[in-house]
């Protein structure tokens, strides 16, 4: 679930200190706005949306600022990937959900995640990643 008006890598990204190094600030960015189609997803996930609500939910509820182009860019390269599927509501909007494929790469993704960091903890000794 959505933490309320922050998240855990909004507090990191807030904080004044001099833990925040310009590594700190890369990764936040390679996690957050240069993975911005994990988000994308996990909204998606809980109901179709129009581009600028996806942007909204991820800047709301999850404490990424990133910009309408931005979402944008990433909803037209996801839906030419096969991962959103767009169509048209009753309203004449265009709306984004997201395929059994875009699922797949999601929990895929977070999988690779998950290794990444029980590696980083020393929780596991080698990443493997396939491409199956």
């Known amino acids: 679930m959505y933490y309320e008006n922050s998240s ?4 990191v990204m807030n904080e004044e200190s001099i ?3 310009p590594a700190l600030q890369r990764l936040i960015t390679k996690l957050t706005k240069e993975n911005l189609w994990l988000y994308v997803i996990r909204v998606l ?3 179709p949306m129009y581009a600028y609500e996806v942007k909204v939910h991820i800047t709301n509820r999850m404490g990424i600022k990133v910009s309408t182009v931005a979402v ?3 909803l037209y390269k996801m839906t030419r990937e096969g991962l959103l599927e767009r169509f048209t509501g009753s309203s004449g909007r265009s709306y984004y959900r ?3 494929k875009g699922i797949k ?3 895929k993704a977070i999988r690779v995640l ?3 960091i029980s590696i980083l903890k020393g929780e596991k000794e080698a990443l493997k990643l396939s491409t199956s």
């Open 8 to 11: 855990m890598v909004n507090k």
């Open 19 to 21: 833990d925040r190094t």
């Open 45 to 47: 996930k809980e109901s």
């Open 72 to 74: 944008y860019t990433v």
């Open 98 to 100: 997201v395929t059994e």
């Open 105 to 107: 790469a999601y929990e």
């Open 114 to 116: 998950e290794d990444v």
